[in-house]
């Protein structure tokens, strides 16, 4: 009762890497609170397969509906299995992955249970509220941190009366990290009938087609990012250059992407990716809120731009002031000459 939940997307009978990264969360959340780690999961064919990719961070109890019909996700099914074991274990928080079928689950369980949601959470923390209007002091709720207002600002959400408090985060926030490979959690292994009726199943996936991701913007140990200060897509080819010859990829700025000078899927920040790479270079990136959002866990930031007092200049360990046309064709020659 009143424990911490991590909702399981999974592909197949693979578990997805954003699950991973919240039950690592989760763990330090329900630590925090001295309450245990429960996580749930629903497809077809997952027993025995899917256990010990979820247990070892340091999940306390797992709840398993394995049956037809629950892959590929399809809303009605997820949702009831969720809402009716919510109803009956009341879990004060739970997280779920902010993508595809988060976005699709978590507001209508949200709305089930009249519990509110926060969406797209970059923080998660524990701590207390008080509301001078009515005079109480809330104990132990979770902070759903998120940029709002377009990203001027970072608003700290909470939800005193109403459970679960729910969040969803971004893959990449968070990290995902093995607490005991050996680790010893209850497994569950529910009856699907008896959560979700025989005409939730009426919506049936006829064909599902799955694209391979084009690059591995998330994993790169080295990112190129580029704004709107690059200047053109032309320019953009000088980012691909230098990203080529240090092993990288390219990434960038939402003002980038809405100019046209490089694709969506490469847009880092609030409404992108999240990257930890242990070299960030930024150029021609002013440093939004939204953007900063999405990189500032990288492990060297490089800022080169024309204006010394762009923001992202802050948060950089290294300035280089200068425009992109100049100073990267500068990076790749000396690169190129000291690394024979």
């Known amino acids: 009762m009143n424990n911490v939940f991590v909702y399981i997307e999974i592909e197949g009978t693979k578990v997805q890497e954003v699950s991973q990264e919240l039950l690592t969360k989760g763990r330090k ?15 077809t064919g997952i027993k025995g397969a899917v256990e010990s990719q979820i247990l070892p961070y340091g999940v306390d109890k797992l709840f398993v509906f394995d049956g037809d019909g629950l892959f590929p996700y399809t809303s009605k099914p997820h949702t009831d299995i969720l809402v009716n074991l919510f109803k009956r274990e009341e879990p004060q928080i739970c997280l779920m992955g902010a993508t595809v079928i988060g976005r699709d689950l978590g507001p209508r369980v949200s709305s089930s249970l009249t519990s509110g949601l926060t969406a797209d959470c970059t923080q998660l923390e524990i701590g207390d509220y008080e509301d001078k209007r009515a005079g109480k002091v809330y104990k132990n709720l979770l902070y759903q941190i998120r940029p709002a207002f377009g990203g001027n600002i970072v608003a700290t959400i909470v939800n005193p009366d109403h459970r679960p408090q729910m969040a969803t985060v971004r893959s990449g926030v968070m990290k995902a990290e093995v607490l005991d490979a050996q680790y010893q959690g209850e497994v569950v292994y529910e009856n699907v009938a008896d959560f979700v009726p025989a005409e939730d199943y009426v919506v049936k996936v006829i064909e599902r087609h799955v694209e391979a991701a084009k690059h591995n913007l998330k994993g790169a140990p080295i990112v190129v990012a580029g704004g709107y200060g690059v200047g053109s897509k032309e320019n953009f080819d000088l980012l691909f250059d230098l990203a080529t010859l240090l092993h990288g990829e390219v990434g960038a700025s939402r003002a980038a992407v809405d100019a046209g000078f490089c694709d969506h899927d490469r847009q880092i920040g609030q409404t992108g990716v999240t990257v930890h790479p242990k070299v960030y270079i930024a150029c021609g990136i002013s440093g939004q809120i939204q953007h900063i959002a999405g990189m500032q866990d990288s492990k060297i930031i490089i800022s080169i ?36």
């Open 29 to 43: 959340l329900a630590d925090e609170l001295g309450v245990q780690l429960h996580a749930v999961v629903a497809g």
């Open 305 to 340: 731009n024309s204006d010394p007092d762009a923001p992202i200049n802050k948060i950089a360990d290294y300035v280089i002031t200068g425009t992109v046309e100049d100073v990267v064709p500068k990076l790749i020659k000396y690169y190129k000459s000291n690394s024979k």
